[in-house]
């Protein structure tokens, strides 16, 4: 586990994932039996390894990336490192040949994340990307509704996403320094758009275009020292995607927004025979038989109660944390080869999302995005 250190890789797949499936037994696998997880911590600082390790009783870590890739112990490298420093880090683990899982995006441009991809299939080492959006909850719900049928024909997506990010002056910032320059790989559409590309894509349909404005709200931000420094990256996008199937996706990401919504992502969908809205765990919905009938009169005040027009959906499943849901899924495609199309292919998608979309934001131009492959 690489870069384990940092808040993703310890939150949410040390903490989170590993050590949970380790504390559970292992995953289980279709026979009945359960294949355990031991993890080796790999990072820079020796100091950090080796205060996680001693928390959370973990016995291998070390500092020699080459030496732990070289060691037949270990099957699967696992990447959470800054996007600058992953696909040297992942062609070394390629040449090792180890199963690999890395988070997004997978590489800074299209045309390495696509030759990751071209060695991770020559070399015949399974490899996965997160997708771990499509686990949460609330899309899970939204999945089963699509499923149903009950949108009749999807007609658009409209999402919101993000939080207001403290400039880091007068409070500190939630999000580390390096995301607002632009230099050390930062910016909220190489953030979020690997994102955008799987969540339409597996639930909607293929994103075929992206027209994009990309801009920097906040120039001048105080990092973690103390210092100021120029923000060189974007803070917020603004987005229209056209979809297979004539579907128009519009989504707005920004850390400079104030939240007035339910959670910090929401998504409404609408269709010909229903609409939903959808958050990381809820997710209501108005049927075309429960629409009410607005008329726009400016000269009254409203008194109609428009969220009282919405269905919750209930939670009739557990879900667990997608994170979690998502390693048990690669270690059975690692272990029992079962299914898992989340690879890095579809990370190189999400790259070539992100770089359009900062091309269009440059340019001005709606931009049509090919099928990619190898």
């Known amino acids: 586990m690489n870069g384990v250190s940092g808040r993703m890789g310890y939150r949410q797949h040390l903490l989170r994932s590993i050590l949970a499936i380790r504390e559970q037994g292992g995953v289980l696998r279709a026979d009945g039996t359960r294949v355990q997880v031991e993890p080796i911590l790999v990072g820079r600082s020796e100091q950090k390894l080796k205060e996680l390790a001693a928390k959370h009783n973990i016995e291998h870590y070390t500092t020699n990336l080459d030496e732990a890739l070289a060691d037949d112990r270990w099957q699967i490298y696992a990447d959470f490192l800054v996007t600058q420093a992953r696909a040297s880090a992942i062609k070394k683990a390629i040449a090792a040949g180890k199963a690999i899982y890395t988070e997004k995006p997978t590489a800074e441009s299209f045309e390495e994340a696509l030759e990751l991809a071209r060695l991770a299939t020559e070399a015949g080492v399974k490899n996965g990307v997160v997708h771990d959006k499509l686990y949460l909850p609330g899309l899970q719900k939204l999945k089963r509704l699509i499923d149903s049928g009950f949108f009749g024909r999807i007609l658009s997506v409209r999402g919101e996403f993000g939080y207001w990010v403290f400039e880091g002056d007068w409070q500190d910032a939630q999000r580390p320094s390096w995301n607002y320059r632009k230099e050390d790989g930062g910016g909220i559409i190489v953030d979020m758009f690997p994102h955008w590309n799987y969540v339409l894509e597996n639930l909607f349909g293929r994103v075929e275009s992206v027209y994009a404005k990309a801009t920097t709200h906040i120039p001048t931000r105080v990092d973690e020292q103390g210092n100021e420094y120029a923000a060189t ?21 920004s850390w400079t927004v104030r939240v007035n919504r339910d959670e910090l992502v929401e998504f409404q969908v609408d269709g010909t025979h229903g609409s939903a809205v959808v958050g990381l765990f809820g997710c209501k919905i108005q049927p075309r038989n429960g629409t009410p009938k607005p008329v726009w009169n400016p000269d009254l005040a409203e008194t109609h109660n428009y969220d009282a027009d919405w269905l919750e959906v209930p939670t009739n499943d557990v879900f667990e944390n997608g994170f979690k849901t998502q390693w048990e899924q690669f270690i059975l495609h690692v272990v029992d080869d079962a299914p898992h199309t989340f690879d890095f292919l579809a990370g190189a998608s999400g790259v070539q999302l992100a770089e359009q979309g900062l091309k269009s934001s440059e340019t001005g131009a709606r931009i049509d995005l090919p099928v990619v492959q190898l």
């Open 233 to 253: 990256a974007d803070d917020a996008a603004y987005a229209v995607f056209e979809l297979e199937g004539g579907i128009v996706a519009q989504l707005n990401s």
